[in-house]
Each structure stands twice: as structure tokens, then as C-alpha cells.
């Protein structure tokens, strides 16, 4: 009688229980993945920033404003106090930097929107790639020539895997002779 009822509930919980964990995975997996590859994703900034002057005409480097980019999992995203640096003294006259001024004086964080995310269920490092001399441009495109940055490639697993499995051919601004191929196990992006 015993074996009977252990039976009847094994057949029973196990579906449920299967059940259960592919919802929750399925769930997990659709929550935190981007709604759609991002490509042409150009959100109004809070402030408005010209790459295509900063970066491109005055030549100002990525890695002055985005300053964990070599140290760092995240790039960041510049403080207002980055962009004091120069806008003490230039453009004060402006708007948009009197507004930027005045986040600099409150403390008050400047809102950027995020437009480059790889999914949360995928580890990304950017120090990793930059110090292994992956320019800037192979993932963001060329913001040197954006007064709107946007998103102009896909952060799909396939696309990591691409430029992983043959970087020479793959990665056309390539700041390193030396570089090998990427890891391509499941384990190197989803921890």
C-alpha cells in the first residue's frame, strides 16, 4: 500500500516540479533578456552630448571620460565632475552645460540613459577585451562620428562568438598582432 501512494505522488510532483523549474528559467530568461537586439537604439540623453565633437573633432580619448574601461568589468559612465574638467571654464554660457553645472554643484547624479546592455544573463568584461587590444569601435561602432550615439551592432551570442572563434578576420579595428581566440565555452559568458 505504501509503494502505491509513494507512486502516486512521485507522479504527480515530478510534472509539477519539471513544470516549475523550465517556468522559472523560461521566466528568468525573458525578464532579463533586451526586448528586441538593440540595433538603432538612440535614446535622448538628459543632457545632449556630442560624441562626434568630443571624441571625434576634439579627439579626446574614450578612456578619459569612460575611465574603468582597463580596470573594470563596467566601462562607467562619466560623473558630471569628469565633465567639469573642461566645461569649468568652456562653453559656460550654454544650456545644456548650465544644466550640467548645476548636477556638478547639487551632487545630483546626471540620469544617462544606457544604450549598450548585453543581457543579464551573460557575463561581459570590458577590461578583458580593451587590454587585450579590441578597440572601442568593434562593439559601439564609430562614435567618433555620432552627435547621437546608438547602438549599431548586435550584442547576440553569436555575434561574441564570431569575433571569439577568428579574431583576425573578425575584428577589423584590432589593436594587437598577438591576440588568440577568445574563449567559446559556455562557462567564459554565462557564470
Not at 507512486?7 to 510532483?13: E, G, I, L, P, T
Not at 523560461?26 to 568630443?54: C, M, W
Not at 572601442?136 to 571569439?164: I, P, R, W, Y
Request: charged share 20%; hydrophobic share 35%.
Amino acid at each position: 500500500m505504501k509503494k502505491v501512494v509513494l507512486d502516486h505522488a512521485f507522479k504527480v510532483r515530478l510534472p509539477i516540479t519539471i513544470f516549475v523549474i523550465l517556468g522559472a528559467f523560461a521566466l528568468t530568461y525573458f525578464i532579463s533578456r533586451p526586448e528586441r537586439d538593440g540595433v538603432g537604439y538612440a535614446p535622448e540623453q538628459p543632457i545632449p552630448f556630442s560624441h562626434k565633437l568630443h571624441a571625434g573633432e576634439m579627439g579626446i580619448d574614450c578612456q578619459y571620460c569612460h575611465t574603468g574601461v582597463t580596470k573594470s568589468r563596467h566601462a562607467s559612465i562619466p560623473s558630471a565632475s569628469i565633465c567639469m574638467n573642461c566645461h569649468v571654464a568652456a562653453k559656460t554660457d550654454s544650456p545644456s552645460i548650465q544644466k550640467l553645472t548645476k548636477h556638478y554643484e547639487s551632487g545630483e547624479p546626471i540620469q544617462w540613459k544606457r544604450i549598450h546592455k548585453v543581457p543579464d544573463y551573460a557575463y561581459f568584461n570590458h577590461a578583458a577585451h580593451v587590454n587585450k587590444g579590441v578597440d572601442c569601435k568593434n562593439c559601439h561602432g564609430d562614435v567618433a562620428k555620432m552627435d547621437v550615439v546608438e547602438q549599431v551592432h548586435s550584442f547576440s551570442m553569436g555575434a561574441c562568438l564570431t569575433c571569439h572563434r577568428d579574431p583576425h578576420e573578425n575584428i577589423p579595428y584590432l589593436n594587437a598582432d598577438t591576440i588568440d581566440e577568445g574563449p567559446d565555452n559556455c562557462y567564459a559568458c554565462h557564470r
